[in-house]
Nanobody, 115 residues
């Protein structure tokens, strides 16, 4: 069983920055892809950003140019740098990973952006 633990959420003013981190219990070198999703109150969970084993990245249009996903294989972490945050970025952010054909989720970390 793979464990994913998110950290770095919190309260920030609009225009500010936060850095989320997701620590995996096994080496992320074994992952086919990892990503960050978010779910705002009353809305469906949506993909924010993803990164493949080859390092290719993908972003939701709403965060392009503001968020950056990266990974540290040595530390088994995937990070999400969030800049120029907007109130509409408020959500619970979840780490997602695919290992050996199975999908895993973290428990989420809350990001609140005040106007």
């Amino acid at each position: 069983q793979v464990q994913l633990v998110e950290s770095g959420g919190g309260l920030v003013q609009a225009g500010g920055s936060l850095r989320l981190s997701c620590a995996a219990s096994i080496s992320i070198f074994s992952s086919n892809a990892m990503g960050w999703y978010r779910q705002a109150p009353g809305k469906q969970r949506e993909l924010v950003a993803s990164i493949t084993s080859g390092g290719s990245t993908n972003y939701a249009d709403s965060v392009k140019g503001r968020f950056t996903i990266s990974r540290d294989i040595a530390k088994s972490t995937v990070n999400l740098q969030m800049n120029s945050l907007k109130p509409e970025d408020t959500a619970v952010y979840y780490c997602n990973a695919h290992f050996y054909g199975k999908e895993y989720w973290g428990k989420g970390t809350l990001v609140t952006v005040s106007s």
